[in-house]
């Protein structure tokens, strides 16, 4: 006792000597703020003695030790400031000013913490940022990449490549490239046969043969027969006709010649095979082909001239000149074993197809600093675009990361609201948008076809996302996303809302039915927040807390009862799942969470609106919330929790702040979240600020070196 | 091991298989040179089920009257009984601090005997998996070092229970500790990556494949000049990674390093493509005279196309992994069928997902639909181990030179512990295993797991996971 009395006073020390400590200040308020209201409020059920849910607030003596579990007291103060604690049976309830102080107390927290950028910086392209970017550079269907399996960026993100995905991206990659070189005119140039090529279509080629005649000249030509596959398309004379035109159906050939009348022979000094006549280059191959070998410009040189403003666009940033090396020697593989220098670019442009700079997003090159440096101008364009577009930055964004202006606060801002107007982002309603929903494996979900046929899902992940993009590309509140009076139908969803809509394209529809509108009753959200058989309003009771309110209530104990063992599997599931409750092991989190499940409960399992539940009584759609707030229908539901601005705010950035970052937030980022969400706030809750908001943050515009 | 012979079967039989059928390895006189007293090499096989078992209709309750007296979900095993080895009171690591994601650990410590980063969990670092660990030793001998089957992509983003990747609930095995590999889901790109070039899976026309059709008139064979430079290419390329992870952070650079891993790994791969198709050039089949005693005819996998049931998909994945293990193309494979809390059922008649039913709480009905899911799983493997043991290899089959596991990532679903796995072991391991037995196996996952790996002449540096020694109770 006398050497923690002896501690204690070290610690209370500590102020005098650095006032400014917000250690130990939390550690001393610790003392005066928090520690007399445990032992009034909590300490009956979570004390040292069988404390329930396995939380005991009681051993933590001083501020020291509860500092070490700050999450402990993260979730404590969450449930004291939503009054769901103490419960509501205590006769004994904090004052609202005490509530306050212990939530200050936690507030406090944030200023322990350095700014930290956190991990990230480096990670391999989703498979439909590497479609949409070899989109964009080759001017290939992104189908070209649906070998590659499906997956989106975010936290979370694996981002290694296995040896599967490196064979899946040499296979694209020459897939792409046939796409782009097959289109072009036949140019090859050889110097000696037999030699293969590939006929891009069928058409006339004209092949041109030099030879040199034997010496001392004979009295007649060498006659040369051309075949090709064996087959022979015709002759030439050496001296005498020296170009021969022929059909040729696409696809690979072997292209040979014999003398026909021997003795007789040439010395062959190089063949041309072009054709067919009158294609013109595609603007994909014009941006490719900047170069072609000629008089004053060595095959190497004119491979360089293609490949250095490509791996610019390829590797989103400059590339380096030790980077360039390696990839013009993939060139000099190919032309040192006398390949066409079409076909040597090829393999040139493969090399940079299947290079780490081109499958990942790389930091700009070394910048001289401390452990932390800032983004590169090159590295934040990609990751602007790779954030609202999924895919890569486009000429606007490229040239002012090469004049150097993206760090510029307005010019940032600028860039977000052009990228969010953009038909593209329509992207970020894929990679963000569905993942905080939830709906993102909407489509695979293991539910019943006949009941929610995959038909309909499409549609509702369709009107989820027409939703999310109005509110975007609208600047509008985001506090639309918990209360709309508006949807957006067509024929398929339309009849989940009783509504009868023609055709399948989505228009916004005004709502008169205050039960509806808003993501809490999106028939998406409820598909997947329903079993294969029934709904579960603890599942949607879940996705409220967790996606709306940013609290996340723990699994139940590994040896909670399921509801039917406890009570007589009698009535419906309401009164099933009132005598769950009866269990202290589960009151605790499923008071909330049921509550608001069954609020929803007039909806089934595709969102549809039902009065009478899957054993035919009618719902019951009353509940009430800590605080005594009371509802009787979806609609005050929702007004509920719409009134629950900040705690929603505060959700959405987190989980958008998480998704930019591609990490889970630490401590360290609670600062920036509520400097966000503040922010959001401020101006009226709209969307497009809270984008600016995070492209214009610390973590987002900083990255860790070491 | 003979390692000369090794070398010698490895050039005849460079990932041709079906391909090529017999003719060739007779022309080559190896078929020939297989007495029945050669060594051959040991298949290893895991095959995995989500949400464990009922436990009373999977246990024995009488001990002395197996193998007559079986617990209904291992009827289905009745055919191959003799063949298989129940292996009871195996438990995993203890899931502490992950108690709330017993579904993400089941998976993931299945075949690692360990657990995820505490200190990373949005990321992936747990252990290699025994499957890899096998791989990277027996792969070298085979054109793939292992092969990954499951019915549903795993491919996963986000952050689950735990504060877990989500990749842990989708995934058993891991190339690296922070290497998640992704599994094969459709049964024709399957085919198409063991007999056939790579670049034929999107060239290809529609999915349905006759492997027997296939085996008897191999595709086209001609050797495009530039792919026998992609080996060189990628070489620079990879090269080329160095320099790029000198300017990255030392968290990152381990992604470059499985970058450049993944590299060199398909550069072998090219260059047994390319090693498979020179050797057909050379060696024009000669008209097979003597029937080959040696060993059974090439399996004739059919392809379904469209969408298929679960339980025939399960089986053909099987019969896939079969294939590849008769032709050698690998020696390491492991078969996910369901995973991520498992799936629904509906060729049983079940309406809930098997997730829902395994917390049956005790519940007559729920345990009723576990023992029906576990038994349907078994015909599964059954169906699978039956396969292997109608396929002729040297003196005995095919099963008695594979060593194929069958388990659950924990004991019981509703309580999800991780104590008293079911587990089952088919096949003889090249004569280390000893099969129709019920026995209780005296140490943990990673004793079976390091045991398993020895039997197959892998070399361990130590146990696996949480294992000490090598799990004695398989012979």
């Not at chain 1, 969102?607 to 605080?627: E, H, N, S």
């Not at chain 2, 290419?233 to 891993?261: C, F, G, H, P, T």
């Not at chain 2, 008695?400 to 079911?422: C, Q, V």
Request: glycine residues 8%.
């Amino acid at each position: 006792m006398f050497s923690r009395l002896l501690a204690t006073a070290a610690i209370l020390a500590l102020p005098l000597l650095q006032p400014e400590d917000p250690r130990a200040k939390l550690v001393s308020d610790f003392d005066r703020d928090v520690k007399p209201f445990i032992a009034q409020y909590c300490n009956r059920c979570h004390g040292v003695l069988n404390p329930k849910g396995d939380l005991n607030l009681a051993r933590f003596f001083t501020g020291q030790m509860a500092l070490e579990k700050m999450d402990v007291w993260k979730d404590a103060a969450a449930r004291v400031t939503a009054l769901e604690m103490p419960p509501k049976k205590e006769q004994k309830q904090p004052s609202p000013d005490e509530r306050a102080k212990l939530a200050a107390w936690v507030a406090g927290f944030k200023k322990l913490y350095v700014p930290d950028p956190g991990r990230g910086g480096f990670r391999r392209l989703s498979q439909t940022e590497y479609a949409n970017t070899l989109a964009d550079l080759l001017g290939v269907d992104p189908k070209i990449a649906d070998e590659v399996p499906k997956d989106e960026a975010g936290p979370g993100f694996a981002s290694s490549i296995p040896p599967l995905l490196m064979e899946q991206y040499l296979e694209v990659a020459d897939a792409a490239l046939d796409d782009v070189i097959k289109a072009d005119q036949l140019k090859t140039h050889w110097t000696q046969l037999p030699a293969t090529f590939i006929a891009p279509v069928e058409g006339s080629y004209t092949l041109t043969l030099k030879a040199s005649p034997e010496k001392p000249p004979a009295k007649d030509p060498c006659r040369v027969t051309v075949r090709v596959n064996n087959d022979t398309v015709g002759e030439l004379k050496v001296p005498g006709s020296s170009t021969l035109t022929f059909k040729l159906s696409a696809g690979s050939a072997t292209l040979s010649t014999i003398i026909a009348n021997p003795p007789r022979t040439m010395v062959l000094e190089s063949v041309d095979l072009v054709g067919p006549p009158g294609l013109r280059p595609t603007p994909t191959q014009k941006r490719l082909f900047l170069a072609q070998p000629g008089k004053d410009l060595t095959p190497r040189d004119a491979a360089r001239k293609i490949l250095e403003p490509f791996a610019r666009r390829a590797f989103r940033r400059p590339p380096l000149p030790q980077e360039i090396e390696p990839l013009l020697k993939a060139f000099d593989l190919a032309d040192k074993k006398g390949a066409a220098f079409t076909e040597s670019v090829r393999l040139m442009l493969k090399a940079v197809l299947v290079s780490p700079a081109f499958l990942c997003l790389t930091p700009d090159d070394a910048a001289p600093g401390g452990d932390i440096v800032p983004v590169g101008d090159f590295q934040l364009a990609s990751k602007l675009s790779y954030l609202f577009w999924s895919t890569m930055p486009d000429d606007e964004l490229s040239a002012l990361a090469d004049q150097g202006k993206l760090h510029d606060p307005a010019v940032l801002a600028v860039q977000v609201r052009r990228l969010v107007n953009d038909p593209r982002s329509r992207a970020l309603f894929n990679s963000f948008g569905a993942a905080w929903l939830g709906i993102d494996h909407l489509i695979d979900l293991d539910a019943d076809e006949k009941k929610v046929p995959k038909a309909l899902r499409r549609a509702m992940s369709d009107e989820a996302a027409q939703f999310f993009d109005y509110v975007l590309k609208g600047n509008r509140s985001i506090l639309e996303f918990v209360d709309a009076d508006y949807a957006f139908l067509n024929d398929t969803v339309g009849k989940l809302y009783g509504q009868d809509i023609k055709g399948p394209k989505f228009t916004r529809v005004a709502l008169t039915d205050k039960n509806r509108g808003g993501i809490l009753t999106l028939p998406a959200v409820l598909a997947v927040t329903s079993l294969p058989g029934r709904t579960s309003p603890v599942k949607r009771g879940r996705w409220v807390l967790e996606q709306v309110l940013g609290q996340s209530p723990p699994p139940p104990p590994g040896n909670a009862p399921p509801l039917e063992q406890q009570a007589a599997s009698v009535g419906n599931l309401r009164k099933r799942m009132e005598a769950h409750r009866q269990n202290p092991a589960c009151a605790g989190c499923h008071q909330v969470m049921d509550q608001i499940g069954f609020g929803l409960e007039n909806f089934d399992l595709t969102g549809r609106w039902r009065d009478k539940d899957d054993t035919g009584a009618a719902v019951d759609a009353k509940g009430i919330l800590p605080g005594d707030i009371t509802f009787s229908s979806p609609a005050d539901l929702k007004r509920i929790i719409a009134a629950r601005k900040d705690e929603f705010c505060r959700t959405l950035a987190r989980r958008a702040l998480s998704h930019a970052l591609g990490r889970s937030l630490a401590g360290y980022d609670d600062v920036v979240v509520d400097d966000i969400a503040e922010a959001v706030a401020r101006d009226g809750y709209k969307f497009q600020t809270l984008w600016i908001q995070i492209a214009t943050s610390y973590p987002f515009l900083n990255r860790r070196r070491s | 091991m003979d390692s000369r012979w090794l070398i010698d079967r490895r050039t005849c039989l460079m990932g041709l298989g079906a391909c090529l059928g017999l003719p060739l390895l007779e022309s080559m006189g190896w078929a020939e040179r297989l007495s029945p007293a050669a060594k051959l090499p040991v298949r290893l096989g895991f095959m995995f089920m989500p949400d464990g078992v009922n436990q009373k209709e999977f246990w024995p309750v009488n001990p002395a009257a197996y193998p007559a007296q079986l617990p209904s979900s291992l009827e289905p095993l009745r055919s191959v009984i003799d063949q298989v080895l129940l292996l009871d009171g195996i438990d995993n690591v203890n899931r502490a601090p992950f108690n709330d994601a017993a579904h993400a650990i089941e998976l993931s410590s299945w075949l690692t005997a360990s657990l995820p980063d505490a200190k990373m969990r949005d990321q992936v670092m747990i252990a290699q998996s025994a499957d890899q660990i096998a791989a990277e030793q027996l792969g070298q001998y085979t054109p793939l070092p292992s092969l990954e089957l499951g019915t549903k992509a795993n491919e996963l983003t986000g952050i689950g229970q735990e504060g877990l990747n989500k990749r842990y609930y989708t995934t058993g095995s891991f190339r690296t500790a922070t290497q998640p590999l992704p599994v094969m889901v459709s049964p024709a790109e399957v085919y198409k990556r063991l007999f056939s070039s790579r670049g034929a899976a999107h060239r290809a026309g529609g999915p349905d494949v006759d492997a027997g059709q296939f085996a008897s008139a191999p595709p086209s064979v001609e050797i495009p000049k530039e792919e026998s430079l992609d080996r060189s290419m990628l070489d620079l390329v990879r090269e080329s990674a160095n320099d790029l992870k000198r300017r990255v952070s030392r968290d990152d650079q381990s992604q470059i390093d499985n970058y450049m891993d993944s590299v060199r790994a398909l550069e072998k791969r090219v260059a047994a493509v390319e090693q498979q198709r020179a050797s057909v050039l050379k060696a024009a089949p000669p008209p097979s005279s003597a029937p080959n005693t040696a060993r059974s005819e090439v399996l004739n996998v059919k392809i379904p196309s469209g969408d298929i049931a679960w339980s025939e998909h399960v089986k053909v994945l099987g019969d896939l992994l079969v294939l590849a293990f008769q032709t050698d193309s690998t020696r390491v494979g492991t078969l996910i069928t369901s995973m991520n809390q498992g799936i629904r059922y509906p060729e049983l008649g079940l309406t809930d997902a098997h997730h829902e039913n395994s917390h049956h709480g005790g519940d007559p009905a729920k345990l009723a639909a576990c023992a029906k899911i576990d038994k349907f799983n078994l015909e599964q493997f059954a169906h699978i181990v039956g396969r292997m043991k109608s396929l002729k290899e040297g003196a005995g089959t095919l099963l008695d030179n594979t060593i194929f596991m069958w388990g659950s990532g924990l004991g019981d679903g509703d309580s999800h512990t991780h104590k008293r796995l079911p587990t089952i072991i088919a096949g003889k391991g090249g004569g280390t295993v000893k099969p129709g037995r019920y026995v209780k196996g005296q140490g943990n996952q990673g004793d079976l797991l390091s045991a398993i790996l020895a039997r197959a002449g892998v070399k361990l540096a130590k146990p696996i996971g949480i294992g000490t020694k090598l799990l004695a109770e398989l012979s």
